[in-house]
């Protein structure tokens, strides 16, 4: 018998919150009462640090003096109140306000159109208030404008007293409540901004910058390099974070050599992550929230780690690698790779990027995406991100209709599957990979999914298993776009059919697929994939 809607309510909120670090409740309730003054005070002196800012690659986002393209949509901000407008997606205004575009590619080119823009939005966007002064995008905005003066630009007038209060505003709105990326991000522009002023005020923001990143880099770079939220895109941004700090602090001197060693030690680990977790394409794999367009691609990554003279890793290689301690795996043979989800969802207190992806997998054949998780192309909360963050939208198993975990709201994971008994070995010339996980075991009938995967140069057969009692369960395969011909397909114990679909690789873009769903006829189900 079920529960009612409101104990299954109840529920719910009981799974997502229990696993809640005390902080992120003492911090949402500070967030939301405490309001601080903004503190107008005049600025520290400025000291730029000696040199000129080397950027990232990073394609332009400002395609005319007041017109912007992100998340696949351009839009002018034309009258004040659009900086802040309520019919306008949030994620999009939110991108406004970061100014990344100051160091994108052929940056100079634009700077009358950057130093209009600066003097825009200091006039327009008063201290505390509206979505400019949110601190993650206030975090990304003090960076981008820092690099901006860094690179040889004269401040606009008002831009480093605006600079000082946005920081000393930063400072009361830390975001404890909300921990991971978002805490990074605030350390980072803590330390940019005590590395870019002199003074006593300014050694505070360095000093407290530097405290919090020493604490968050430890816990959220993980022993194999990989960043523990899981998402091989927010990977990526942190990774580029880390080398934008490792350069700022190389040029300023504010770091100890043994911290400064650390650093790039932790910079190499998570190149080298970043290189296993690539497809072909040098872009990332689609993971949890993750889509083209947002972070830097590997090959960007490279080159600016080599420019600041950061070692780096070896190169991919055939064969299997399982990357412990997150919890991905790397299975290479001839022409095929194949990237595989056998990870937790994410931390226990923040799976706020986490989709009902366990067990799923993607892949490469001769450097093109074959088989595709569905992507991510929104923030909203809205049935269409309920369905991105789905079990079906993945190639994985789907049993009664459920998801593997309790994904709900825009960000919000009540019970989560976990995985168990890995195991991976060379069998052969083939490479065999499997798990089981327990997301299925909140469901009447206790269903255990296991998952192996066996990937040769010729084949990939994945095997499924549900041990437990259900009513129906399918199997998804979606295919990037006009990949399906590039591969046949045989299934065992089970019944195939083709269906419509849609890929997401970006931000507010939908591509028309196909995926292969396989239906159950027993409890074991195997599809083999061959090619030529």
Request: some cysteine; aromatic content about 10%.
């Amino acid at each position: 018998m079920s529960a009612s809607p409101s104990i299954a309510r109840l529920l719910r909120y009981w799974h997502t919150l229990r696993w809640l670090r005390p902080v992120q409740f003492t911090g949402r309730a500070w967030h939301r009462l405490h309001r601080p003054r903004p503190d107008l005070r005049p600025a520290p002196p400025l000291a730029l640090p000696p040199g000129r800012w080397l950027a990232c690659a990073r394609t332009p986002s400002l395609v005319a003096p007041e017109t912007f393209r992100f998340l696949s949509v351009a839009r002018r901000i034309e009258a004040p109140a659009d900086w802040n407008r309520a019919d306008w997606p949030k994620l999009w205004l939110y991108n406004a306000h970061y100014f990344d575009d100051l160091a994108a590619d052929d940056a100079a080119a634009r700077t009358d159109w950057h130093r209009a823009l600066i003097a825009r939005w200091i006039a327009e966007n008063p201290p505390g208030q509206g979505n400019g002064w949110e601190p993650y995008p206030t975090s990304l905005r003090i960076v981008n404008w820092l690099k901006w003066l860094m690179a040889g630009h004269a401040p606009v007038p008002g831009m480093l007293d605006s600079l000082a209060v946005q920081v000393r505003w930063l400072r009361g709105r830390l975001e404890h409540h909300l921990l991971g990326n978002h805490l990074w991000a605030n350390a980072k522009a803590l330390v940019f901004a005590g590395t870019c002023f002199a003074g006593l005020e300014a050694a505070r923001w360095r000093r407290e910058g530097l405290w919090l990143l020493d604490r968050e880099v430890r816990e959220q770079v993980l022993a194999d390099g990989g960043h523990f939220e899981r998402s091989p895109m927010y990977h990526a941004i942190l990774t580029e974070d880390l080398l934008d700090l490792l350069q700022v602090a190389q040029a300023a001197n504010v770091l100890s050599h043994d911290d400064l060693v650390a650093w790039r030690r932790t910079a190499i680990r998570m190149l080298d992550w970043a290189g296993a977790m690539a497809h072909p394409d040098g872009d990332v794999a689609f993971f949890n929230d993750a889509a083209f367009g947002i972070a830097a691609p590997l090959p960007a990554l490279q080159a600016y780690a080599q420019a600041l003279g950061v070692k780096l890793p070896p190169p991919a290689t055939p064969g299997l690698r399982l990357l412990d301690a997150s919890g991905y795996a790397r299975l290479q043979a001839g022409p095929a790779l194949l990237l595989a989800d056998v990870a937790p969802v994410g931390p226990d207190y923040l799976p706020g990027h986490a989709h009902a992806d366990t067990l799923s997998f993607e892949l490469s054949l001769q450097g093109h995406r074959v088989l595709v998780n569905g992507g991510t192309s929104t923030y909203e909360n809205d049935a269409e991100r309920q369905r991105q963050r789905g079990t079906a939208a993945h190639n994985t198993v789907v049993v009664d209709g459920q998801d593997s975990s309790e994904v709900w709201s825009a960000f919000r994971v009540a019970r989560r599957a976990r995985v168990h008994g890995v195991q991976a070995e060379r069998q052969g010339a083939a490479l065999r990979l499997s798990a089981w996980h327990d997301g299925y075991l909140r469901l009447p009938g206790r269903v255990r999914h296991r998952r192996s995967w066996q990937l040769s140069a010729q084949a990939l057969v994945v095997e499924d298993v549900l041990e437990g009692h259900y009513r129906e369960a399918e199997a998804h395969f979606l295919f990037a776009p006009d990949a399906a011909s590039t591969v046949r397909w045989q299934v065992d114990g089970g019944e195939a059919r083709m269906e419509d679909a849609v890929w997401c690789p970006r931000f507010g873009e939908a591509q028309p697929a196909c995926k292969l769903v396989v239906r159950f006829l027993q409890p074991r189900c195997t599809v083999t994939f061959h090619w030529d």
